[in-house]
């Protein structure tokens, strides 16, 4: 099910990010754009995750073949 569908690793992207990472960015120091480092992060993140989303989606055959059967339909 998931042999032809390898663009989904980077759904693993967020997750890296927000939890496996969570050791490397927990603290005050230093503060950038005003912020605490730790919100700093957890923002970035944030802002990261639908580049992430948006990349598992444009090369998985199924979402490809679901919007091309949209299309088809709308005409």
């Known amino acids: 099910m998931f042999r032809n569908r390898r663009s989904l690793w980077w759904l693993l992207g967020p997750v890296v990010l927000y939890v496996v990472a969570l050791p490397l960015y927990n603290r005050i120091e230093p503060v950038i754009l005003g912020l605490p480092f730790f919100m700093f992060w957890t923002?970035?993140?944030?802002?990261?995750?639908?580049?992430?989303?948006?990349?598992?989606?444009?090369?998985?055959?199924?979402?490809?073949?679901?919007?091309?059967?949209?299309?088809?339909?709308?005409?």
Do not use: H, M, N
């Open 43 to 75: 923002l970035l993140a944030t802002l990261l995750t639908p580049g992430f989303i948006w990349l598992a989606a444009r090369k998985d055959p199924l979402w490809i073949a679901d919007r091309e059967r949209a299309k088809g339909d709308a005409e």
